[in-house]
């Protein structure tokens, strides 16, 4: 969660307008520099809508004035702009004005683009003449509400908002400072989306020069993102990791940002990057500004309410998988919700967008796979409006509280839908609190969620029941304890017998925590069993509850090995590790459970059995890779998820001393390790 930018930039909304191309031969260094231009300019992403041809427009865009659609800039002579002459391109990029005498709408940032360079802008209208493929699309026509939709008022805006002047260097400022704000002010445009609009849709300011300087940068508003404050950025280092990579310490792109990492700033070489980053650095901060840090913080300890508050035990069903207790995140993965700037913001748009839609991570050379959190509009607006409230107060944050109506606004205007059909009803941990025994029912579920933590003696490896039984037992098929103990006692087949709850509980210890019972009647085995009991709650042996167990996976289906060691280093290893020995931070935190070796579960461990493995693989893992509720988990084939199984499930993991009594009555299955 962070940086948030808007499709505003580089929107020609009624580009399309053509005249002819040039049959002049290719000079490939200037088209290759006019490609460059392109990328610092970030033609594509508003010119390309999705699905759609590269560069031939149709990309909607929503304002306060009406729609706006960009339009076809690719060579094609009869809808593109095939037909424009130099002198005709460079007019409706300075200043906005087609060929026809059309002025354009400012959603297209030519009063950025005015201080383009004489050598860019022929480079730039040489690529795309010659270096981009024509496409015959027409064009779409704005639709804007009166009186905008009277264009002859947008002369009156150029004349008294518009500087046609090329962008002039500081002598008070080294080359490469000068080189940062030209790409800043110009072909970056990046104050379309991060400086403050006047009453008249005016940038406040074009640069930080003059009158108005201040408000340059200083972040605004935009279709329900909030571009944050540029000025005085993160240490220089920092700000050219994120524009490359979509990431750096502090935080990970957001919104609209990330497809102009992907398509734009990743790009741009070391140099200008650099010169951006200290352009930037320049500025001095705004009276409203966030002090941004130059130092990561380090590890924060769990907040002290983290299991006696709504909002922290919100947090640790549905966020703490991938941003943690202390708010750290996973380097690579998911993003520190301690010290981000869009948690922290003043204005928590961004926050609340991100929460009720979801996000994905920048795709870069650095990170090429693409991690999702879903959108979170299945929970109630008090239910966000607590969660969110709790992160922006603990670990070191200084931000204020979110109210639900504050919620219910965004909600309306973004009309988000929930992203998971199950009727599966997940229980909600928070409302533990209201249990007349709620300081037993809370810790059981702790000891579900930190079982090797709280109860060392008992826990022979690094796993803890939510390993399998994720979010704590919440997550539809993903093990969940959702009316469990109404079908205990139950006979079970591996034991040749009917056993307790209690029986089936300590037969996690000894088996897929490889470790030592727990006495039936210890405090914190009747904790663990209240918790099942909480779960329960009106469910009767007889019923049949959505979203039990894990699913199956057919039988019949053969392993590939060799396909289910590809499949576990592309989608597995990043979380699991290479050798399956699983991701812990420096300070020895576990972050995810190994898959085999002495630390991971035992073979008389269900999740030995390739089966088994594979169905609970087919429908949680990995996470991350989609909208699905509450965890972007599965995504996997069937025969992918079987590959996989069958490859870490048969790696080497500790032995289990009783197998010899397993299955007494028969019954065992063709997949049993043993």
Not at 9 to 30: C, K, Q, V, Y
Not at 71 to 76: A, G, L, R, W, Y
Not at 208 to 224: F, M, N
Request: aromatic letters at 8%; proline letters at 7%; glycine letters at 10%.
């Amino acid at each position: 969660m962070a940086l948030s930018l808007s499709r505003l930039a580089l929107l020609g909304a009624t580009f399309g307008l053509t005249l002819p191309l040039h049959a002049n031969s290719a000079d490939t260094a200037l088209i290759e520099h006019g490609k460059y231009v392109a990328q610092l300019g970030d033609c594509i992403a508003c010119h390309t809508a999705k699905p759609g041809n590269a560069m031939a427009g149709g990309l909607e865009l929503s304002t306060p004035m009406g729609t706006i659609y960009s339009s076809n800039i690719t060579p094609d002579r009869e809808t593109g702009i095939g037909a424009y002459s130099f002198e005709q391109f460079d007019r409706v990029m300075r200043e906005g004005v087609t060929p026809a005498g059309m002025n354009l709408y400012p959603a297209m940032p030519y009063p950025s683009y005015a201080k383009m360079n004489e050598e860019d802008m022929r480079a730039l209208y040489a690529y795309l003449m010659q270096g981009v493929e024509p496409v015959r699309q027409a064009n779409l026509e704005a639709d804007m509400g009166f009186p905008f939709n009277q264009r002859w008022g947008l002369a009156l805006w150029n004349f008294a908002f518009l500087d046609k002047q090329a962008f002039q260097p500081d002598p008070g400022r080294d080359a490469q400072l000068n080189r940062g704000a030209y790409l800043v002010q110009g072909l970056g445009h990046c104050g379309s989306c991060h400086t403050p609009r006047g009453i008249a849709f005016q940038e406040k300011a074009m640069s930080d020069d003059g009158r108005g300087g201040q408000h340059y940068l200083a972040g605004e508003t935009v279709e329900h993102w909030r571009a944050l404050s540029l000025r005085n950025l993160w240490t220089v280092e920092d700000t050219v990791q994120l524009l490359k990579t979509g990431q750096n310490r502090f935080a990970t792109v957001a919104g609209n940002m990330a497809d102009v990492i992907h398509h734009s700033t990743q790009h741009f070489s070391d140099d200008d990057l650099t010169a951006i980053a200290r352009y930037l650095k320049s500025l001095p901060p705004g009276p409203d500004d966030l002090p941004m840090p130059s130092v990561a913080r380090a590890p924060a300890a769990p907040p002290a309410d983290l299991f006696t508050s709504r909002g922290g035990l919100g947090y640790m069903q549905f966020c703490s998988d991938c941003h943690r207790s202390d708010g750290a995140g996973g380097k690579g993965l998911f993003p520190p919700l301690a010290g981000n700037p869009s948690i922290v913001s003043n204005d928590p748009t961004s926050l609340l967008h991100i929460t009720l839609t979801g996000w994905e991570t920048a795709q870069t050379a650095t990170h090429p796979r693409v991690y999702t959190m879903p959108g979170f509009a299945r929970l109630a607006d008090q239910e966000v409006a607590e969660i969110l409230s709790f992160v922006r107060t603990r670990w070191g944050n200084q931000g204020t509280s979110i109210s639900a109506a504050q919620v219910k606004t965004l909600r309306d205007q973004l009309n988000p839908a929930t992203t998971d059909s199950s009727t599966f009803e997940t229980p909600r941990l928070a409302d533990l609190l209201a249990a007349p025994n709620a300081d037993q029912v809370v810790r059981g579920m702790r000891l579900h969620l930190q079982t090797k933590a709280l109860l060392p003696d008992n826990v022979g490896n690094a796993l803890n029941c939510t390993s399998c039984h994720l979010n704590a037992g919440t997550v539809a098929d993903g093990s969940p304890f959702v009316g469990v103990s109404a079908f205990f006692p139950s006979y079970a087949p591996r034991a040749g017998k009917v056993v307790s709850l209690e029986e089936r509980i300590n037969g996690c210890f000894r088996r897929s925590m490889n470790g030592k019972p727990l006495p039936p009647q210890s405090a914190d085995m009747q904790a663990m069993v209240a918790y099942f009991d909480w779960m329960k709650n009106n469910t009767r042996p007889e019923d049949k509850v959505a979203g039990r167990g894990v699913g199956k996976v057919d039988p019949a289906i053969k392993p590939d090995l060799a396909n289910g060691k590809a499949v576990y280093a592309k989608q597995c290893a990043v979380c699991h590790g290479d050798n399956g020995e699983g991701l812990a931070r420096a300070d020895g935190e576990r972050v995810y459970p190994p898959l085999w070796g002495d630390q991971s579960f035992n073979i008389g461990a269900g999740m030995a059995r390739t089966y088994t493995a594979a169905a609970f693989v087919k429908r949680n893992m990995p996470i991350g890779f989609h909208e699905q509720f509450p965890l972007g988990q599965g995504g996997l084939s069937d025969q992918e998820a079987v590959d996989v199984a069958a490859y870490f499930s048969g790696q080497p993991r500790p032995d289990f001393p009783d197998k010899v009594k397993d299955w007494p009555n028969g019954g065992k299955p063709v997949d049993a390790r043993y």
